[in-house]
């Protein structure tokens, strides 16, 4: 397969390596730095007791000269209070649905600015004790050496980690979002923060916009919302303001106009989410 759908997945990988970090596989550098992109990075299956699925997984190498070579495992993954992500073995949280996936092949190598598909198989089975969400993650993994400032290896090997996080939820499910308080954080990189409860077996995937106005209605800043809670879980999303430095001394208030486009309950149409619009002083 050639190469031209991984050249934006820069991006793309970026949040998910550098968030890979799991109690039982130690710490994983960012895949995208060494040119390893994965596409999807993230699925999500509305699954039935007995459902047979497949989804393709490509792992890419944009490096224009290096060939490497990855293995494929398996992992449970859960978001923590900050949104980071953790990864524990497969098999061994609540809702994890590794025990139902196989996949091939077992490993990758990729030459340079060249790709492959690996197929993941989800067997679901006939009896399924929680509805709602069920996850695991496909994890590629590698060894490479550390340069030191010379270019030349050092003798020190990092591993390195990117995944692919699948959600498998199981109707009748409901996604509840509720954001219980919403602040704005002075500094010298301005932030909102929102601190979020999903009361659902399901997670919520938000979506939407925070708008700045000053005292006489007009319209200084304008940041993107975009965030994931899991099911029955609580988290504090950060967001950095957008053109903080249009901020001035003054009298401001925020609106914020916000969905959550992942809503089985609504047949998985988005629902408006109440944010109430706050007030502060910038001096």
Same mark, same amino acid.
């Given at each position: 397969?050639?190469?031209?759908?991984?050249t934006?997945?820069?991006?793309? %990988?970026?949040?998910?390596?550098?968030?890979?970090?799991g109690?039982?596989?130690?710490?994983?550098?960012?895949?995208?730095?060494?040119?390893?992109?994965?596409?999807?990075?993230?699925?999500?299956?509305?699954?039935?007791? *007995?459902?047979?699925?497949? =989804?393709?997984?490509?792992?890419?190498?944009v490096?224009?000269?290096?060939?490497?070579?990855?293995?494929?495992?398996?992992?449970?993954?859960?978001?923590?209070?900050?949104?980071?992500?953790?990864?524990?073995?497969?098999?061994? %949280?609540?809702?994890?649905?590794?025990?139902?996936?196989r996949?091939?092949?077992?490993?990758?190598?990729?030459?340079p600015? %060249?790709? =492959?598909?690996?197929?993941?198989?989800?067997?679901?089975?006939?009896?399924? =004790?929680?509805?709602g969400?069920?996850?695991?993650?496909?994890?590629?993994?590698?060894?490479?050496?550390?340069?030191?400032?010379? *270019?030349d290896?050092?003798?020190?090997?990092?591993?390195y980690?990117?995944?692919?996080?699948?959600?498998? #939820?199981?109707?009748?499910?409901?996604?509840?979002?509720?954001?219980?308080?919403?602040?704005?954080v002075? *500094?010298?990189?301005?932030?909102? #923060?929102?601190?979020?409860?999903?009361?659902?077996?399901?997670?919520?995937?938000l979506?939407?916009?925070? #708008?700045?106005?000053?005292?006489?209605?007009?319209?200084v800043?304008e940041?993107?919302?975009?965030?994931?809670?899991?099911?029955?879980?609580?988290r504090?999303?950060?967001?950095?303001?957008?053109?903080?430095?249009?901020?001035?001394?003054?009298?401001?208030?925020?609106?914020?106009?916000?969905?959550?486009?992942?809503?089985?309950?609504?047949?998985?149409?988005?629902?408006?989410?109440?944010?109430? #619009?706050? %007030?502060?002083?910038?001096?």
């Amino acid at each position: 397969m050639g190469l031209h759908r991984f050249t934006k997945l820069a991006a793309t %990988t970026a949040m998910t390596g550098a968030a890979l970090i799991g109690l039982a596989f130690g710490t994983a550098h960012v895949a995208s730095a060494f040119g390893v992109g994965v596409q999807p990075s993230t699925v999500e299956m509305t699954i039935k007791p *007995g459902d047979r699925q497949r =989804q393709v997984v490509t792992i890419g190498n944009v490096h224009k000269t290096k060939t490497i070579s990855l293995t494929m495992g398996l992992a449970d993954w859960s978001l923590d209070k900050n949104g980071k992500l953790v990864l524990d073995a497969p098999g061994e %949280t609540p809702r994890s649905a590794s025990d139902w996936v196989r996949f091939s092949p077992a490993s990758v190598t990729l030459k340079p600015e %060249t790709s =492959q598909d690996v197929v993941v198989e989800i067997s679901v089975p006939m009896k399924v =004790q929680d509805k709602g969400d069920h996850r695991f993650a496909l994890l590629a993994t590698t060894l490479l050496p550390e340069l030191d400032k010379r *270019g030349d290896i050092s003798g020190v090997w990092n591993r390195y980690q990117l995944a692919s996080l699948f959600y498998l #939820t199981l109707t009748p499910s409901s996604s509840n979002p509720v954001v219980q308080s919403v602040s704005y954080v002075d *500094g010298d990189a301005p932030m909102l #923060t929102m601190e979020i409860n999903n009361e659902g077996d399901a997670h919520a995937r938000l979506q939407g916009m925070a #708008t700045i106005k000053n005292a006489s209605g007009e319209t200084v800043s304008e940041t993107p919302l975009s965030t994931v809670v899991l099911d029955r879980h609580s988290r504090t999303y950060n967001v950095k303001v957008v053109d903080a430095e249009k901020i001035s001394a003054g009298e401001y208030s925020v609106e914020f106009d916000m969905d959550n486009i992942f809503a089985p309950q609504n047949k998985f149409r988005s629902t408006d989410v109440d944010v109430d #619009t706050i %007030t502060f002083v910038n001096e």
